[in-house]
């Protein structure tokens, strides 16, 4: 999002001064030529950054002061001042203000506070996540989310993390399944224990026993050495089993046995070796149905779900998109050393209105995309991939088959109203010239 910044001033020509030079700096301004209507839209909003003048018509602003930072103690407030009010504001700064500025008003000195101020709030943003991951609560992070789904998510994982209870997490493939198990290690007592992963799926019967189990030397052709397994080498931490309904049926009996005795056999070993570990494991099955269907064992089915977590489709979840969009933003400008700040609308319309059968994972993938290939400050409609656009076979189900000719006018069509019928923009999501475009419009009766 744009930073926020508000200039309270009761001459007309500064706040229109600073307005234009901050806005053309890419910030989003207000201006106010009196306290109460300030006061108002900055408990209704709080600002990043405010240029106060000392006097606002009837009002002092060094009695504003303690009320800006009521709202929001991150606001960072810049005082205007006349050269007879020096005094006054070399004692707002002791009162919490960022600077001040006399006038006339510079519009260079304006933008570098804007910028000084605004880096401020960042470093103390950062500052404020790195304590958080001192407390353990690294493990939360990569989980966005404000919908009420995503929020009963979040309450399972605060409520679980502390016992050490075995936990099952269910829902579809990029959902996060992962992300949700590595959160309750991280808000556990075993956080400074290893967190060991495991993908159940593709593998025979054999090769998970090796790498769950381990081996001792001479167990089978090969086995040159010792080897400790996942289990083992997960020592006093957690077990993650990714995709457990995968599982062959012979390797469940195996994984019920460890989870009833909290011992493990190495192949080709005749000693057992005791576990201090936690299990959480995660399908994109639902593994109740899958045991009555007598493809996943039902006993384990119980022994797995002391807990349930299920994570919702993102299309469960469409409010949680803009907040998603801003998080990969950010995460991948910080990995390509890129600086993108904000998203088209167009381009915003675009991912909010796809269906994401990918969940999460897909929408990071395009948001990664995106950043990579922008080479600007903000993602466009052309930096999204091109079949994003295109109409979904699913939506005209209802409609029977239509022509080429009349898919083609419904493309189109849906793209002028994604892009707000700039013809620009169309054509070059179209991937046609704009004279093609023209002829296109007028063909199909759309000018």
Not at 59 to 65: I, N, Q
Not at 79 to 102: C, K, M, P, W
Not at 123 to 150: H, K
Not at 290 to 299: K, N, T, V
Request: charged share 30%; with cysteine; proline share 4%.
């Amino acid at each position: 999002m744009k930073p926020r910044i508000a200039v309270v001033d009761d001459e007309p020509i500064v706040l229109s001064r600073l307005r234009q030079a901050l806005t053309k700096e890419g910030h989003e301004v207000e201006v106010f030529e009196e306290a109460e209507g300030f006061k108002a839209r900055h408990a209704q909003r709080p600002f990043d950054v405010v240029f106060l003048d000392l006097r606002i018509g009837d009002a002092y602003g060094l009695d504003l002061l303690p009320g800006i930072k009521g709202v929001s103690s991150e606001t960072e407030v810049v005082i205007v001042t006349g050269h007879g009010s020096v005094d006054n504001a070399i004692e707002a700064i002791r009162q919490g203000a960022f600077h001040y500025v006399l006038k006339p008003v510079k519009l260079g000195e304006i933008r570098l506070l804007a910028q000084n101020a605004l880096e401020k709030i960042a470093l103390r943003r950062e500052n404020a996540r790195l304590r958080d991951f001192l407390r353990g609560d690294e493990g939360m992070r990569d989980i966005v989310g404000a919908s009420p789904l995503m929020q009963q998510v979040f309450e399972l994982i605060r409520k679980v993390a502390p016992l050490d209870c075995t936990v099952l997490i269910q829902g579809a493939s990029g959902t996060g399944k992962e992300l949700v198990a590595r959160a309750i290690h991280a808000q556990s007592p075993r956080r400074n224990r290893p967190f060991v992963a495991f993908n159940c799926g593709g593998f025979t019967d054999e090769l998970i026993s090796s790498e769950l189990f381990g081996y001792e030397k001479g167990a089978f052709t090969g086995a040159t050495a010792a080897k400790i397994g996942l289990f083992e080498a997960a020592a006093g931490g957690t077990v993650f089993l990714d995709e457990i309904g995968e599982m062959p049926l012979a390797m469940q009996v195996k994984l019920l046995r460890v989870l009833q005795e909290r011992r493990v056999l190495r192949v080709g070993g005749v000693k057992p070796i005791a576990l201090d570990i936690r299990i959480i494991a995660a399908s994109n099955k639902d593994l109740k149905h899958e045991a009555s269907l007598g493809s996943f064992r039902e006993d384990l089915f119980f022994r797995l779900n002391v807990v349930s977590i299920f994570l919702p489709r993102l299309e469960e979840r469409r409010e949680d998109i803009p907040r998603l969009i801003g998080h990969f933003m950010e995460k991948f400008s910080l990995a390509f050393r890129k600086t993108v700040t904000a998203i088209q609308p167009p381009a915003l319309q675009i991912l909010q209105e796809y269906s994401y059968p990918g969940n999460v994972r897909e929408l990071a993938n395009i948001v990664e995309r995106a950043v990579a290939l922008t080479d600007c400050q903000e993602i466009r409609p052309q930096d999204l991939p091109g079949d994003m656009s295109r109409l979904e076979v699913d939506a005209m189900e209802g409609e029977g088959l239509a022509t080429l000719e009349e898919m083609e006018k419904r493309y189109i069509a849906r793209v002028l109203k994604r892009t707000s019928y700039n013809k620009g923009l169309t054509a070059q999501i179209l991937g046609i010239p704009r004279t093609t475009l023209w002829r296109k419009l007028k063909a199909h009766g759309l000018e």
